[in-house]
């Protein structure tokens, strides 16, 4: 494999080992026509022509082709320039050595999906595209939770309560459990509100509709605010 002829050193740069004259007679031979550097964003990578021209519309491959349209400099041992990031580079070079995508966890879909289509890689955006709508389809489906209240407030401040409710909090459902004291020469009114609010775990994603759990749950206690005026009128 290409990334076995070398070694990385401290700065992320790769250091190639020494060769003998004799080998330095063949590099100049064939291998020089086989292999290929890379300055990717000051890292060094080490590949085969054929490997760059897996996508003929690719800029790799006009690269490799040494294209006389295509504007590329290279540094000082001849390592064709490209400003661009090599940490994302990585995976855009071996999907075209072994046609798999393969992705360490921290890195983003997105963030190789921007080099892919830097790189004008067909193939590859599809791919990238196909997992990204994947997994923002696996993440939307994810149930809500919800957490409920239950408040207990007097007629007067049933309207501004309802009124003032924010942060996401819903009303579910009025129950009245009579009149309780006496102000003045008006009965005051009790009531027992119910409200509800949804939960959203971020790395996740949000869900509008709530579950099949949620629903059994607000009816589990809408039945219980039920009973405790049931309870509280006797």
Same mark, same amino acid.
């Given at each position: 494999m290409?990334?076995?002829s070398c070694e990385t050193s401290g700065s992320g740069h790769r250091r190639y080992p020494a060769h003998s004259p004799g080998d330095r007679n063949v590099s100049a031979g064939v291998g020089a026509s086989k292999w290929?550097?890379?300055? !990717?964003?000051?890292?060094?990578?080490?590949?085969?022509?054929? /490997?760059?021209?897996?996508?003929? +519309?690719?800029?790799?491959?006009?690269?490799?082709? =040494?294209?006389?349209?295509?504007?590329?400099?290279?540094?000082e041992t001849g390592a064709y320039l490209i400003d661009r990031d090599p940490t994302y580079f990585g995976p855009v070079l071996n999907y075209l050595r072994h046609g798999k995508l393969v992705l360490?966890?921290?890195?983003?879909?997105?963030?190789v999906l921007e080099e892919a289509e830097f790189y004008?890689? /067909?193939?590859?955006?599809?791919?990238?595209?196909?997992?990204?709508?994947?997994?923002?389809? +696996?993440?939307?489906?994810?149930? !809500? +939770?919800?957490v409920y209240r239950v408040l207990q407030c007097q007629e007067e401040e049933l309207t501004q309560m309802v009124s003032t409710m924010s942060d996401g909090w819903k009303f579910e459902q009025l129950v009245s459990i009579g009149s309780s004291y006496n102000y003045g020469n008006e009965?005051?009114?009790e009531f027992l509100c119910v409200v509800s609010k949804e939960l959203h775990n971020q790395s996740y994603g949000t869900n509008s509709e709530p579950s099949e759990k949620a629903k059994v749950t607000r009816e589990q206690v809408c039945r219980l605010v039920e009973?405790? =005026? =049931?309870?509280?009128?006797f």
């Amino acid at each position: 494999m290409a990334e076995n002829s070398c070694e990385t050193s401290g700065s992320g740069h790769r250091r190639y080992p020494a060769h003998s004259p004799g080998d330095r007679n063949v590099s100049a031979g064939v291998g020089a026509s086989k292999w290929i550097r890379l300055n !990717v964003g000051g890292t060094y990578f080490l590949t085969t022509r054929q /490997t760059l021209c897996r996508d003929p +519309k690719s800029f790799l491959y006009r690269l490799s082709q =040494a294209d006389p349209e295509l504007d590329s400099d290279k540094d000082e041992t001849g390592a064709y320039l490209i400003d661009r990031d090599p940490t994302y580079f990585g995976p855009v070079l071996n999907y075209l050595r072994h046609g798999k995508l393969v992705l360490n966890r921290d890195l983003a879909e997105e963030g190789v999906l921007e080099e892919a289509e830097f790189y004008n890689i /067909t193939s590859l955006i599809k791919l990238i595209k196909d997992k990204i709508r994947e997994r923002d389809c +696996k993440t939307s489906q994810v149930p !809500v +939770k919800h957490v409920y209240r239950v408040l207990q407030c007097q007629e007067e401040e049933l309207t501004q309560m309802v009124s003032t409710m924010s942060d996401g909090w819903k009303f579910e459902q009025l129950v009245s459990i009579g009149s309780s004291y006496n102000y003045g020469n008006e009965d005051q009114a009790e009531f027992l509100c119910v409200v509800s609010k949804e939960l959203h775990n971020q790395s996740y994603g949000t869900n509008s509709e709530p579950s099949e759990k949620a629903k059994v749950t607000r009816e589990q206690v809408c039945r219980l605010v039920e009973l405790l =005026a =049931a309870s509280a009128a006797f």
